[in-house]
């Protein structure tokens, strides 16, 4: 969960994103995204997305103390370790 930097996005100069986002990748255009994004987060949309990550932590932190998610993750590291 998060906000693109698409200015930041390598050899994409000239093209739009799927989101409509012109990328110039100029220091100017890089500098005015990073300041929206921090001044997103600092607002009603970056309250929202902690809140819905502190529901996701706590959701996270049940399955895993219930023992189904531990058992499932370490399965997956026994299997791929081998």
């Known amino acids: 969960m998060g906000l693109p930097l ?5 050899g994409f100069n ?8 012109k990328v110039v990748g100029t220091e100017q255009a890089i500098k005015e995204e990073v300041e929206e994004v921090v ?4 607002g ?4 929202r997305m902690r809140m819905k990550m502190g529901e996701l932590r706590e959701v996270v932190k049940t399955s895993w103390e219930s023992g189904g998610a531990k058992e499932s993750t370490l399965a997956l590291g026994r299997a791929i370790l081998g």
């Open 39 to 42: 001044k997103a987060m600092r």
């Open 6 to 10: 698409n200015q930041f996005i390598t």
């Open 44 to 47: 009603s949309e970056g309250q």
């Open 14 to 21: 000239g093209h739009t994103t799927a989101s409509g986002v």
